[in-house]
C-alpha cells in the first residue's frame, strides 16, 4: 500500500475522530447558552422598562406610600446597573450579584402590585391593571426564560465534561462551565407586605 493510499484512507478517520471531540458540539452548546441568555436578558429588560409606567400610576393614588415607591425605584436602578455579558456566564460572584439585583427588584414590586388591596381605587385604573397584568406577564416570561437558561447551561457543560467532547472543550477551547441561576437567598419566604392604612 503506497504512502498516498494510506494517508487517503487515514484522513476519513481523522476526521471523525476530530469531529467527536467537541469541535462542533462545544461552540454550539456555548451558542444555545448565549441565545438563551439574551431571551432573558430581554425579558429582565421589558419587566424594567414597565416599572416606571407602574410607579407614576400609583403615585396618583398612593402618594403617601413614597417608601414603596422609592424602594421599587431604587431596586429597578440597581438591578439595571448591574451587567452581566456572555463572556460573564463562567464566573459564579458575577452571576450570582447579577441574580440577586433582579431578585430584590421581584420583592420590591410585590408591595406595588398589592397596593390595590389599600387603595380600592387603584382596582378601576385601567393603566395601573394593565400595567400590573403585563409585569406579572414578564414575571413568568423571566422565569421560563430562566428555565431555558439553565437547561442550556446543563446542557453545555455536561457536553465539556464528557468524553469525547471534553478532549476539544480543553485543549481547543479551554472551555470553563457555565453557571447556572439559583433561587435568591430566602425566595421561599413569602414577602410581608403593610400599608399600614388602619392608622
Known amino acids: 500500500m503506497t504512502a498516498f493510499r494510506r494517508s487517503a484512507l487515514l484522513a476519513p478517520i481523522a476526521a471523525l475522530s476530530l469531529a467527536g471531540c467537541g469541535l462542533n458540539s462545544v461552540?454550539?452548546?456555548?451558542?444555545?447558552?448565549?441565545?438563551?441568555?439574551?431571551?432573558l436578558q430581554a425579558d429582565y429588560q421589558r419587566r424594567a422598562?414597565?416599572?416606571?409606567n407602574l410607579v407614576e400610576t400609583v403615585k396618583g393614588y398612593a402618594a403617601q406610600e413614597r417608601g414603596?415607591?422609592?424602594?421599587?425605584?431604587?431596586?429597578?436602578?440597581?438591578a439595571t446597573r448591574i451587567q452581566?455579558?456572555?463572556?460573564d456566564l463562567d464566573d459564579p460572584a458575577k452571576v450570582q450579584a447579577f441574580s440577586d439585583?433582579?431578585?430584590r427588584l421581584s420583592a420590591a414590586i410585590i408591595p406595588l402590585q398589592r397596593m390595590q388591596e389599600a387603595y380600592p381605587d387603584l382596582k378601576s385604573n385601567a393603566n395601573?391593571?394593565?400595567?400590573?397584568?403585563?409585569?406579572?406577564?414578564?414575571?413568568?416570561?423571566?422565569?421560563?426564560?430562566?428555565q431555558d437558561y439553565n437547561s442550556a447551561v446543563r446542557a453545555y457543560n455536561t457536553t465539556i465534561r464528557t468524553f469525547p467532547d471534553a478532549i476539544g472543550a480543553k485543549i481547543f477551547y479551554g472551555a470553563k462551565p457555565k453557571v447556572p441561576f439559583q433561587a435568591a437567598a430566602k425566595a421561599q419566604d413569602a414577602?410581608?407586605?403593610d400599608f399600614?392604612?388602619?392608622g
Open 128 to 146: 395601573f391593571l394593565a400595567l400590573q397584568d403585563q409585569i406579572e406577564g414578564s414575571e413568568n416570561r423571566i422565569n421560563t426564560s430562566r
Open 196 to 198: 399600614n392604612t388602619t
Open 49 to 52: 422598562d414597565l416599572i416606571p
Open 84 to 87: 452581566l455579558t456572555p463572556a
Open 101 to 103: 439585583a433582579q431578585a
Open 68 to 78: 414603596v415607591l422609592v424602594e421599587v425605584t431604587e431596586a429597578r436602578a440597581s
Open 27 to 39: 461552540p454550539t452548546a456555548e451558542e444555545k447558552v448565549n441565545e438563551s441568555f439574551g431571551n
Open 191 to 193: 414577602p410581608k407586605v
